[in-house]
C-alpha cells in the first residue's frame, strides 16, 4: 500500500487522506494556522516526513498540469467558481461566483432524459 499522504486544502474544506485511498480520513471546515502547524508537527516528528506543502486546492489544481498559471473552474450543486491563478498566486479577489452548477445541469439531464431516454 502506498503510504504518502495527501493534503487538499480548498477554500472552505480541508480533506487529509492516504495516497491510494477512494475517500478522505478527515474533513476540516477551513484549516486555521494552530492546526496546521499541530498537523505539521505530527507529521515531521511521528511519521518522519521529509517535506510537506500546504496549498490551496486551486494552485494544486493548477500544479498538476504543470503550469504556474491558469483558469480554475469549480462546479459545485449550486454554484460555479472561476479562480484565477498567476505566477503559483491564487488570485482570490479576481475569482466569481454564478449561481449555475450541477443542479442545473442534473435538472436538465434529467429533462432529456425524460423526453428522449427510453428503458432497455
Known amino acids: 500500500s502506498d503510504d504518502r499522504i495527501l493534503l487538499d486544502i480548498g477554500s472552505l474544506y480541508t480533506k487529509v487522506g492516504f495516497a491510494g ?7 476540516s471546515v477551513l484549516m486555521p ?8 508537527k505530527v507529521l515531521f516528528e511521528r511519521f518522519r516526513i521529509a517535506t ?10 493548477v500544479l498538476t498540469t504543470g ?3 491558469g483558469l480554475v473552474l ?8 472561476i479562480t484565477p491563478v498567476y ?17 442545473c445541469v442534473l435538472a436538465n439531464l434529467k429533462d432529456l432524459l425524460t423526453k428522449f431516454g427510453s428503458l432497455l
Not at 33 to 40: D, G, R
Open 21 to 27: 485511498e477512494h475517500s478522505p480520513r478527515f474533513i
Open 33 to 40: 494556522v494552530l492546526l496546521k502547524q499541530t498537523l505539521a
Open 52 to 61: 510537506l506543502f500546504f496549498a490551496p486546492a486551486e494552485l494544486a489544481t
Open 67 to 69: 503550469q504556474s498559471a
Open 74 to 81: 469549480e462546479c459545485g450543486h449550486l454554484e460555479t467558481t
Open 87 to 103: 505566477d503559483y498566486r491564487v488570485l482570490a479577489t479576481n475569482a466569481r461566483a454564478v449561481p449555475l452548477a450541477g443542479d
